[in-house]
């Protein structure tokens, strides 16, 4: 189980809340190997034709969950994508997470796909079957691209057990109704909460102490930051009085196995 808290910042409070946060922070180590110390994320999230999924986030249901397939900065076929299920339950969240390259990804998604024929080049397959069973049990399509850079940072003094971490999410757009092809296209993106970036506060067991004080300075509270959310209703292409319709024309595959929920 795992905790996240969100906040959406004037961008003009960046520098000021950044300078604040540094002293207790050290950068995440990937992050720490790309220009600027940034790393553009970019999911695809699968919804039903109704758009569930959605209603639920701006509904407040307490039990709730995300469908993605998420892959980092540019990529090819040969790149390491992760297809995701998140669920919130009230306040902690659980996540269940399998790897592939892209390419294997994208051959799943292929009208007579067969699951077993690939399970050996994926780590997490249980993880993936999950996935792929939320996918063919709730007839789910691809919805939304959602692409931002994020600045991540580690606490100093955090552990494994806790694992707190900062980041700053930045410049968040999106592309409505990709195909799983289209990953790493943002032709056409369009930008959400223009004039403000997102601030997630993350850890398993407890938020330091230090953390508090400094979030009240700013004036900060928790709210409902989400980027899936926010992306749609900024998105012009996702007309919310046609969604159910443009999901029902849209085509997916998924690959053959006896899909059963593990």
């Not at 540019?74 to 998140?86: P, Q, T």
């Not at 692409?147 to 999410?169: A, Q, S, W």
Request: aromatic share 14%.
């Amino acid at each position: 189980m795992r905790y996240e808290f969100k906040y959406l910042v004037p961008s003009e409070n960046y520098t000021a809340l950044r300078s604040a946060l540094l002293p207790f922070l050290r950068m995440d180590r990937f992050a720490a190997q790309q220009p600027n110390g940034l790393y553009t994320v970019r999911s695809i999230y699968f919804d039903t034709p109704g758009f569930e999924m959605y209603h639920t986030k701006i509904d407040g249901i307490a039990h709730r969950m995300k469908v993605r397939m998420r892959g980092y900065n540019g990529g090819n076929d040969s790149s390491l994508v992760f297809m995701e299920i998140k669920r919130k339950y009230e306040g902690p969240i659980l996540k269940n997470r399998a790897d592939a390259s892209y390419g294997i990804v994208r051959q799943l998604f292929k009208p007579g796909a067969v699951f077993e024929d690939h399970v050996h080049q994926i780590k997490n397959p249980d993880n993936a079957r999950r996935f792929f069973y939320q996918i063919l049990s709730r007839n789910l399509r691809p919805v939304i691209n959602v692409i931002y850079e994020r600045e991540p940072y580690i606490g100093k003094n955090t552990n494994l057990e806790n694992d707190f971490r900062v980041t700053f999410d930045l410049h968040l757009r999106s592309v409505g109704y990709p195909s799983v092809d289209r990953l790493y296209d943002e032709s056409g993106a369009t930008y959400a909460f223009p004039g403000f970036f997102i601030l997630e506060v993350k850890f398993n067991q407890f938020c330091p102490d230090w953390v508090k004080p400094i979030l009240e300075e700013f004036q900060m509270r928790k709210e409902p930051a989400s980027k899936y959310v926010g992306t749609i209703n900024s998105n012009p292409f996702i007309n919310p009085a046609r969604r159910g319709e443009a999901l029902s024309r849209s085509k997916m595959s998924v690959p053959e196995y006896d899909w059963q929920e593990i």
